[in-house]
């Protein structure tokens, strides 16, 4: 394989793999799938997560709303953990979950290349190791059997040799 991942491509698998976790473990709590199948799905105009303005689902539901049984992960989410930036404000009125935007001007045009083109490229090495697939929008990942083997590695505490 070459040189090892590298600390972008170890927190962009973590990434993944704590977004399919949310998923599975959500759904073998089999208390939280009974409040979901019981929760009052008609008089909700959409469905809008917890983390929108104005929740109309609750928190604990978000997995079931999102349903993001790949662990897919939009490569604004890894600006976002991975960089800390502050995404532009959404459009009340949009009703799908889409990508956040960021201001290059409020980033600094430079700075936001560096990481634009850091990201693609790290992405784009760790499709070609077969650890992840990008989708045909470019814009998300997910991990492949592969990628999440090497994410449960990469997430186990590391031992210390035994002294002889």
Known sequence: M???LSELQKAMLELAWTEK????RSRKDKELVERWKKWDHDNSKRYKLPYEDKP???IEFAPFIEDNWLGAVYFSEVFKNI???TPKARNPNNISI???KFSKKDIGQKKYMAAYIAVRKAAARLEKRGLIKIKSSHNDYYLTDAGEKMAVLLARPT???AIE
């Open 98 to 100: 889409i990508p956040d």
């Open 2 to 4: 070459g040189r090892g």
């Open 56 to 58: 109309v689902v609750p």
């Open 159 to 161: 031992q210390p040799k």
């Open 83 to 85: 960089y800390g930036w």
């Open 21 to 24: 976790e949310k998923y599975y």
